[in-house]
């Protein structure tokens, strides 16, 4: 069973950066997929990125790309998000989730969730 919890979230201004971790425990499987999901009070979430956690297949939302890094560690224990050049519409709860086996970009396929965490972009 695969735990996921993230951290990273806070208070950034317009122009900022900030770099999100996923923590992945429990039983693995290589062919995991990890993805990063927005949430607006009111709106549906939004993915924003994913790779598989043998980091040769990633997603981006076009709203990020050129700005968003998706990777993970070496050990494949850990996804990040790194965001820079924040604007206002980056805000939002993030939340990473998980699919155990196969490659996917639709959010219905991601079964594991973590907790979220806060990011607000300050104008």
């Known amino acids: 069973q695969v735990q996921l919890v993230e951290s990273g979230g806070g208070l950034v201004q317009v122009g900022g950066s900030l770099r999100l971790s996923c923590e992945v425990s429990g039983r693995t499987f290589s062919s995991l997929t990890v993805g990063w999901f927005r949430q607006v009070a009111g709106k549906e979430r939004v993915l924003v990125a994913a790779l598989n956690l043998n980091g040769y297949t990633i997603y981006y939302d076009e709203s990020v790309k050129e700005r968003f890094t998706i990777s993970r560690n070496d050990a494949k224990t850990m996804a990040f998000l790194q965001m820079n050049n924040l604007k206002t519409e980056d805000t939002g709860l993030y939340y990473c989730?998980?699919?155990?086996?196969?490659?996917?970009?639709?959010?219905?396929?991601?079964?594991?969730w973590g907790q979220g965490t806060q990011v607000t972009v300050s104008s």
């Open positions: 989730a998980a699919r155990e086996k196969g490659w996917t970009i639709r959010a219905a396929d991601f079964g594991i």
